[in-house]
């Protein structure tokens, strides 16, 4: 549904999209995932028709972005980072007029509206002025005029900026129930966002993808050492270099609390050289409390991901990671 090829943006001297190349299948749900400043948005309005690219190029639906810029739009519902809202127009007014400049057709418009102001709650303000709204429906106003026109793709850039607790939970639970109907691009710096909504992954870092997969392959392909939580009540300090002289132990650290003493550990992983490790603690009478292997999440795999010193390592096999 989504293609694109070798797109690169700059801004005077500032690259701020270097060669990237990815797709989006029709009916996925992609997370565009990167910190502030990494190309994100730059793309999203590159892929919507917005701004037009420095080199690359940008299919969707088998269009060409800017050879074919009115079909494209008339399949794109965009959300961007501050929604485009008339605010002395009234709710459903405004939507009525976005339907309209997008040419949908005259017989579908007030169904396409209804639906839009039932999807995302808007019935209740639908007949008062946007700019008399809390931050928070405003936000929904700008999902429901993505939404208006039926397009084929979504590009929502950080859709629930403003929202409280309670209204970001339904606009996940909205975005999922729209799974398969639209192809979603969802761009985010929020990890849990992603995390809820998402099938794929899709992270940027410095205007460069360093990864592109699941959440489950990203994590199996980018945890790489394993880690122990260890928890004892009578710590010994000589344990630390007896686990340290194992193979395939890299580090460890310990703190002490009210509750014991607690050591993480590195691995290699190996269940033998966990069963080793569990073994010697026990022989050495610390009082076992606690053993289990720490999980890694996505925030531990964009971290990773977006470090600094290994992101050039790392999106040297990008296109592994697809």
Do not use: W
């Amino acid at each position: 549904m989504i293609e694109i090829k070798n797109l690169t943006k700059r801004y005077g001297r500032i690259l701020a999209v270097d060669d990237i190349s990815f797709e989006v299948k029709k009916g996925e749900v992609v997370g565009f995932l990167g910190p502030n400043g990494a190309g994100k948005t730059t793309t999203m309005k590159i892929i919507s028709g917005f701004m037009g690219p420095s080199s690359g190029e940008v299919k969707l639906d088998g269009l060409d972005v800017f050879d074919n810029p009115i079909e494209v739009k008339k399949r794109i519902g965009y959300l961007p980072e501050t929604p485009p809202l008339y605010l002395e127009q009234r709710v459903e007014e405004f939507l009525y007029f976005v339907a309209n400049i997008k040419l949908t057709p005259k017989d579908q418009i007030k169904k396409l509206v209804d639906g839009a102001i039932e999807k995302t709650n808007l019935g209740e303000v639908k007949n008062r002025i946007i700019g008399h709204l809390s931050k928070g429906f405003r936000q929904r106003v700008g999902i429901a005029q993505a939404l208006v026109s039926n397009p084929k793709v979504l590009i929502l850039d950080e859709p629930t900026v403003g929202l409280d607790p309670r209204q970001v939970a339904e606009v996940r639970e909205l975005i999922k129930s729209l799974r398969g109907e639209h192809t979603i691009i969802l761009s985010t710096h929020i990890l849990p966002e992603v995390q809820a909504t998402c099938e794929r992954i899709i992270i940027i870092n410095k205007g460069r993808i360093v990864a592109k997969d699941s959440l489950e392959e990203l994590t199996k392909k980018v945890q790489g050492h394993k880690s122990l939580e260890i928890r004892v009540l009578d710590y010994k300090k000589d344990i630390e270099d007896e686990l340290m002289a194992l193979d395939g132990v890299y580090s460890l650290n310990s703190r002490a609390n009210g509750k014991g003493t607690h050591l993480t550990l590195e691995f290699n992983g190996s269940e033998e050289l966990q069963s080793d490790i569990a073994s010697r603690v026990v022989k050495k009478g610390l009082g076992l409390l606690e053993l289990k292997a720490a999980s890694v999440n996505l925030e531990d795999i964009f971290i990773k991901l977006t470090n600094r010193d290994s992101v050039n390592e790392i999106s040297d096999d990008s296109e592994a990671l697809s």
